[in-house]
């Protein structure tokens, strides 16, 4: 299936798990990509395996004087856009009582302020060459407290607030705009945050949680992200999609029920 033949995508964060694996999907569909991030080292791997249909943008998403550089850096590159999608994003770590005023505004501005002047920038340009489409990478920690996460639980609920002004603002002129709401996605930075501690148990921890008893790996993010800058979900405006493996659905009452939990890929 080759979805994006001739089209033109902008991916943000794309030298993360997910980002790059967003990369992947649609350069395997057909896109050329303008692929960002902070560092232009994280994006080497994605532009040696694809030269000449991954570009890459170094910009800081804190930076709006930088993010609305980079989208008009991949508009030059790409001679035009037809897909953003952010991916950018930070997590920090820390208590309610401990969060600062640096670290709050500095969550907030990589995850909501920067997305937000990248949808700006790259829908202005939709709007003048006939429409586009753009989609938001949220967390399911939008819509439950996950800690000690405040500052990016609260990122992520604007992120989908976002989505939803864009899609009803814009959608007459041709723009669309969803976002994906991911679950736990098995990332080198999930696998580094299990091993602070006891890593085989916090991996049965998260799992427990999980209906399908895993973790959905990147690709199965980046299927979902595909499905919504297509065609084939031409009529989808203003939604948010959850990719948790059921994990948002209900909890076990009684823990003699639950079902086992596969042994974990961190046990000896």
Request: hydrophobic share 50%; charged share 20%; aromatic share 6%.
């Amino acid at each position: 299936m080759v979805r994006f033949a001739d089209k033109n995508v902008l991916v943000t964060g794309a030298g993360g798990g997910i980002g790059g694996a967003i990369v992947e999907a649609f350069v395997d569909e057909g896109a050329t990509v303008a692929a960002t991030d902070l560092s232009m080292e994280l994006l080497a791997p994605l532009v040696d395996r694809h030269a000449g249909r991954v570009h890459p943008v170094a910009a800081d998403m804190a930076v709006v004087a930088e993010v609305k550089n980079m989208v008009a850096e991949a508009i030059l590159v790409l001679r035009g856009l037809d897909v953003l999608v952010n991916v950018a994003g930070i997590a920090l770590l820390e208590p309610v009582l401990d969060i600062t005023e640096q670290s709050w505004q500095r969550t907030l501005a990589v995850n909501l302020t920067g997305s937000f002047f990248a949808a700006q920038e790259a829908a202005r340009h939709m709007v003048e060459t006939g429409g586009g489409v753009i989609v938001n990478i949220a967390s399911i920690d939008a819509f439950v407290a996950e800690s000690p996460f405040a500052h990016y639980n609260a990122s992520k609920a604007g992120i989908v607030m976002t989505t939803k002004s864009f899609a009803y603002e814009l959608g007459h002129r041709g723009v669309r705009c969803n976002a994906v709401a991911p679950g736990v996605t098995w990332t080198a930075m999930t696998q580094g945050d299990l091993r602070r501690g006891d890593a085989s148990a916090a991996y049965e921890r998260l799992v427990g949680r999980i209906p399908l008893r895993r973790p959905a790996t990147p690709s199965e993010q980046a299927a979902v992200v595909l499905f919504l800058a297509s065609d084939d979900a031409a009529f989808v405006n203003g939604e948010t999609v959850i990719v948790d493996g059921g994990q948002l659905s209900g909890y076990w009452y009684q823990p003699s029920l639950e079902p086992p939990v596969p042994k974990s890929p961190f046990a000896d």
